[in-house]
């Protein structure tokens, strides 16, 4: 009996030390991953109260928020860093509370494991402990602005300054942690003997997939800052930093990820590097410089246009490199990875075209600017619309390695040396384009007082007739019946009239290879070997994106037989 109590304190002694090490290392984990706001000397803007004029339109002094007819929210904001950031989340505050919660829903759908959630959250804590480090003053008082007008409700993930502050270096984080293609994007320029008027044109679209609901309420954001040039972005609500836009000095810059390894700690997101272009660069070479001070932990391809320049290079970047990409035709592309010298991989330098869908829409692009040698901004529209594959072939809709691959957040049309800007309203690339002149709207931005349209209506880009057809209709449906589907293997749920639903669902994406995946997945997980095996089959015959999916596929059929 003596011989056990000593056995019982020893174990007692080792569990407490056991215990006080794990509140230790929680105390440390808390004080490494604590992110303090920054110091505001004048906090004065915080008094500031938002007017409703109507259900539409919102002001705050000259500053103000209105939805146009269109379905774009439009904003115009001025003034310092804090005083920005305090208006912009007063003015878009109900934004800001659906974006962080539509983001948040379809986190959980694609991770619906609570375990690995924490997991994730605790991880990313501690991956971006230092982030703040990496990210200027100026940009922080601004995010830290916003913050104080974010919902308590998502509290549980982390504090509102630290959650706002993170998101910023959600787009770097996805696709270097999965290279999921959540950012395969697709731009391209010309200009000179490649442009109509010889004048500089592009075209991009952002492809950026969090979820239908993430996209429903994009801001067109016109920003008079007190230093650096004034400059406009598309963006959504709490987001400072630029995926894509353009400032008063014909500079423009959009973002096209490019393959990343995987990161050890982080660095300056890559939207705030882009914003900090366009804030203080105005031209190709001011641009390389700022990409140079700032260390990002992704790699991305930075496309950059100038009026001044009279076109457009390719700042290409990588944790550890840098190189400007230009070229000696009057057209310049830019998929999903890096063309120069310095920077280039031999995987997709030496592949065939078809392993990648970077290199093969890469391919697309070139028969599509073939086909139109002199671009206007309606042929421009018409190539970001288009979802063929090469050869004009039907590969599905939905395939990323179509340019339109219909979940583009937004697609945009910059004519820099007009300060003009077309923006696409929903659904993705398929409604109209709508013009706005920078210098129309910064010379009007303060006097406007209630509901106004700030847009070119006469340059108004029409709506792609896809949008009203019966395909269209076929591919709502088709995002139906795939929902149904992930649902029923997410719950183990067997589908009824499984057969009729599966023969629905080929018929309206019959080229698509994922309609085959879909259905091989549901039959894998109810354990129907030789119906999983021949739908896997049947995918391996339709146009697959990457070389990786393929891959897959074959493993799966491996592992079945």
């Not at 696409?424 to 398929?430: A, D, E, R, V």
């Amino acid at each position: 009996m003596h011989r056990l109590k000593k056995i019982l304190k020893v174990l007692l002694k080792i569990i407490a030390v056991l215990v006080i090490l794990i509140l230790i290392l929680v105390v440390i984990f808390k004080i490494a991953t604590k992110l303090n706001p920054p110091e505001i000397q004048n906090s004065i803007a915080e008094s500031l109260e938002r007017t409703t004029i109507d259900s539409n339109f919102y002001s705050i002094n000259d500053n103000w928020l209105q939805k146009n007819e269109n379905g774009l929210w439009e904003m115009y904001i001025e003034g310092s860093a804090y005083e920005r950031g305090i208006i912009n989340g007063k003015l878009s505050k109900e934004l800001i509370y659906k974006q962080e919660n539509a983001f948040v829903n379809q986190i959980k759908e694609m991770i619906p494991s609570e375990r690995y959630l924490k997991f994730l959250k605790s991880f990313i804590a501690f991956f971006n402990r230092n982030i703040d480090e990496h990210i200027i003053e100026e940009y922080q008082q601004e995010i830290y602005g916003i913050s104080r007008s974010a919902s308590n409700q998502f509290s549980f993930i982390a504090p509102n300054y630290h959650r706002i502050l993170n998101y910023h270096a959600a787009h770097d984080i996805g696709h270097a942690l999965q290279n999921m293609n959540l950012v395969a994007c697709t731009a391209f320029s010309g200009w000179d003997s490649r442009s109509a008027d010889s004048s500089l044109i592009i075209g991009r679209n952002f492809d950026f997939y969090v979820g239908d609901e993430f996209a429903e309420d994009k801001i067109v954001l016109f920003c008079d800052p007190e230093k650096g040039h004034n400059f406009m972005i598309v963006t959504w609500g709490g987001m400072i930093g630029a995926t894509s836009g353009m400032n008063d000095q014909g500079l423009t810059v959009t973002l096209n990820a490019a393959k990343s390894d995987i990161p050890y700690s982080a660095a300056t997101p890559v939207s705030l590097v882009a914003r900090e272009i366009l804030q203080y660069a105005s031209n190709i070479e001011e641009a390389n410089e700022i990409a140079k001070k700032r260390k990002m932990f992704v790699s991305e391809s930075l496309f950059i246009g100038s009026a001044k320049d009279s076109k457009t290079a390719i700042i290409e970047k990588s944790p550890d490199n840098q190189a400007l990409f230009e070229t000696e035709n009057d057209y310049i592309i830019c998929s999903n990875h890096f063309q120069s010298e310095e920077l280039k991989k031999e995987e997709f330098t030496n592949a065939k075209t078809c392993d990648y869908a970077t290199t093969y829409r890469y391919k697309r692009v070139e028969e599509l600017l073939d086909q139109n040698p002199l671009l206007n901004i309606n042929n421009v529209a018409k190539i970001l619309r288009d979802q063929k594959g090469l050869k004009n072939e039907n590969i599905g809709m939905g395939n990323e390695k179509a340019v339109n691959q219909l979940i583009a957040h937004h697609s945009i049309i910059f004519k820099p040396e007009e300060l003009k800007v077309w923006v696409s309203t929903s659904p993705f690339q398929l409604g109209k384009y709508v013009c706005y002149d920078l210098n129309e709207v910064f010379a009007e931005a303060i006097n406007i007082k209630k509901s106004t349209i700030i847009y070119k209506d006469e340059l108004t880009i029409t709506a792609d007739s896809f949008l009203y057809s019966s395909d269209y209709e076929n591919f709502v449906r088709f995002k139906e019946i795939r929902a149904q589907i992930k649902e029923a293997i997410k719950t183990d749920t067997r589908i009824p009239d499984e057969a009729i639903i599966f023969n629905e669902i080929i018929a309206l994406n019959r080229e698509f290879f994922e309609t085959f995946v879909y259905i091989g997945d549901y039959f894998n997980n109810f354990e129907i070997k030789d119906k999983a095996v021949l739908a896997y089959k049947k995918a391996l015959s339709k146009e697959i994106p990457n070389i990786y999916q393929r891959e897959n596929i074959l493993e799966k059929i491996k592992d079945l037989k």
